[in-house]
C-alpha cells in the first residue's frame, strides 16, 4: 500500500508518458480502487503516435488511423487532459496548462497540483534559419504531417501531368529531403517508391522525370546501423537514381528553389525537413536542472537529479548508460530506450509511493533497423549485418511487436497482408485539410489560401 493519497502529473502522451501511464495504472489498480491514487496524463493529442510506422503510412502501406494509439481506450483508469504544459513549477508541485478551452474561457493557463511529476514531452523539430523554411518547408514528424505529405507528392504528379509549362513541371517532379537520419532516409525511400508506382497510372510522367535529392550535413546517412550499412544504403539509394549529397547544407529554399551549400539550385515545390529534433520548450519552462543540450539531468533510477518527486525519460532526458564503459555516456534519445525506460519509471514510482528500493535502469543498445522502401531495408542488430529483403522483413517483424495493443498488431498485419494480394492506393486527399473551402466558395466566401493556390489542394 501507498504511504499516502498521491497525485501523479504525467506530462506528454508519447512512448513515455503511454507507456508509463499504462504500467501505473496496471500497477496501482487496488490503489486506483480505493482513492489512494490519482493519474493524470496532459497531452497535445489524444493518441500516441507510434512514429515508425509514419514512412509507411505516407506511403499507403499502413491506414493513418492504424499508426495511432487512442489514450483514452488504452488509459482507462487515468485522467487525459487534452492540453499542452507551459511552465512547471516544481518547488511548489504545480504545472500551468493551457486546454482546448482555454482561449474560450478567457482565463488563462489552469494550475494542476501534483504530487509525483513524470516529464515526458517529447521534442519538437529543430528547424535552423534557412530563407523560406517557414514558408514552404514541410515536416515529418507527426500523422499529419506524414499524410499531408503523401497527399501533396501525388499532387505534384498531378500538376506535373496537366502543365504545359516546363519549368513548373520540373519543380513540381523535384523533392528534396534535408536529414540523413531515420525519418528522412524512411520518408524518402517510401515516398520514392509509392511515387515511382503511381508513375505507371499517369501518360506523361515517368519515373526517370523526378528527381529526389537527400541532403545531409555529415559525411554519411543512418549513423545508428553502422558505417558499412551506411554506406550500403547510399549505394542503393543511388542505385535507385536518387541524389544523396554528403556533406552539404541547405542555404535557402526562398521563392520555391532549393540552394544547397555546394552550389547547387533546384527549383522545387517540395522541401522535407527532417534535420533533427530538440527538446520541448516546457524543459526550460520549468526549475528543474537541465545539461548543455537542455535535456534533464536524470540518475539512472530515471529521477531528475537533484530533486525529488520528479521523474523523467525519453527525448526529454539525459539518462546515464550504466552498461557504457564510458562514465559520461548517456543512453540515445530513442523509441528502443524510451519504452524500457518508462517501465522501470513507472516501477521505480511504485517503489517510491511504497517506500521501497528504486531500481537502476540499464539496457545495451541492441541495434537498428531501417527501411528503404519496399522490400529493401538495412539492420545492425546484436552485431549482426543485414541488408536487403532480410533487413527489410526483419524492419516490419520488429516495429509489429513493438506497436501497443493487440488490436493496432492485428489491424497492421491484416493492411500488410492485403497490400500483398492487392494493388496500391495512389488517390490524393488533399482536400481534407481544407474540407470547408468547397462550402465557402459556394456560399460566397472567402478561400482560406491565397488566390493562386488551389484552395482544394494540400499546397
Not at 259 to 278: I, M, Q
Not at 304 to 317: E, F, S
Request: one cysteine or more; proline letters at 6%.
Amino acid at each position: 500500500m501507498v504511504k499516502e493519497r498521491a497525485r501523479i502529473l504525467v506530462v506528454g502522451g508519447g512512448y513515455v508518458g503511454m507507456y508509463t501511464a499504462l504500467r501505473l495504472q496496471r500497477r496501482l489498480k487496488r490503489e486506483l480502487d480505493r482513492g489512494e491514487v490519482e493519474i493524470t496524463v496532459v497531452t497535445p493529442d489524444p493518441y500516441m503516435t507510434y512514429q515508425p510506422f509514419l514512412p509507411e503510412a505516407a506511403a499507403g502501406a499502413i491506414s493513418p488511423r492504424h499508426v495511432v494509439v487512442p489514450l483514452r481506450r488504452v488509459l482507462d483508469r487515468c485522467r487525459v487532459l487534452i492540453g499542452e504544459a507551459t511552465a512547471v513549477d516544481h518547488a511548489k508541485r504545480t504545472a500551468t496548462v493551457t486546454t482546448l478551452a482555454t482561449e474560450e474561457e478567457g482565463t488563462g493557463g489552469q494550475r494542476l497540483s501534483y504530487d509525483e511529476l513524470v516529464l515526458a514531452p517529447g521534442s519538437v523539430s529543430r528547424t535552423l534559419p534557412v530563407p523560406g523554411l517557414a514558408d514552404h518547408g514541410i515536416g515529418f514528424k507527426t500523422v499529419e504531417e506524414a499524410i499531408g505529405l503523401r497527399n501533396h507528392v501525388i499532387e505534384q504528379m498531378d500538376i506535373a501531368s496537366s502543365t504545359r509549362d516546363p519549368a513548373i513541371r520540373d519543380a513540381a517532379l523535384t523533392f528534396v529531403f534535408v536529414g540523413g537520419g531515420f525519418a528522412g532516409v524512411e520518408a524518402l525511400g517510401e515516398l520514392e517508391d509509392m511515387a515511382r508506382y503511381a508513375a505507371r497510372y499517369y501518360h506523361n510522367v515517368q519515373p526517370e522525370d523526378m528527381k529526389w535529392i537527400l541532403v545531409e550535413a555529415s559525411d554519411r546517412i543512418l549513423p545508428e546501423v553502422g558505417e558499412e550499412m551506411g554506406r550500403y544504403a547510399v549505394t542503393e539509394l543511388r542505385r535507385r537514381n536518387i541524389d544523396v549529397r554528403l556533406q552539404t547544407r541547405l542555404e535557402s529554399c526562398a521563392d520555391r528553389v532549393a540552394v544547397l551549400s555546394d552550389g547547387a539550385r533546384f527549383p522545387t515545390r517540395t522541401v522535407v525537413w527532417t534535420a533533427g529534433v530538440k527538446p520541448h520548450p516546457v524543459l526550460a519552462a520549468s526549475d528543474l536542472p537541465r545539461n548543455g543540450r537542455g535535456r534533464l539531468k536524470c540518475t539512472p533510477e530515471l529521477s531528475v537529479d537533484g530533486t525529488t518527486h520528479a521523474w523523467a525519460a525519453g527525448d526529454a532526458a539525459a539518462v546515464p548508460d550504466v552498461t557504457a564503459g564510458d562514465p559520461g555516456r548517456e543512453c540515445a534519445p530513442n523509441a528502443q530506450h524510451a519504452v524500457r525506460q518508462a517501465r522501470v519509471l513507472a516501477d521505480n514510482i511504485v517503489h517510491s509511493l511504497r517506500g521501497e528500493p528504486l531500481e537502476t535502469y540499464e539496457h545495451a543498445y541492441a541495434g537498428s533497423v531501417a527501411s528503404l522502401g519496399l522490400h529493401k531495408g538495412v539492420a545492425h542488430v546484436y552485431g549482426r549485418k543485414l541488408k536487403g529483403y532480410p533487413a527489410w522483413f526483419m524492419h516490419r517483424a520488429y516495429h509489429l511487436s513493438r506497436v501497443p495493443t493487440f488490436n493496432r498488431k492485428a489491424r497492421v498485419l491484416a493492411e500488410w497482408t492485403l497490400a500483398g494480394l492487392f494493388k496500391r492506393e495512389i488517390v490524393s486527399l488533399g482536400s481534407l485539410e481544407h474540407p470547408r473551402a468547397e462550402f465557402e466558395l459556394a456560399a460566397g466566401g472567402k478561400p482560406p489560401l491565397d488566390p493562386p493556390h488551389n484552395p482544394k489542394g494540400s499546397s
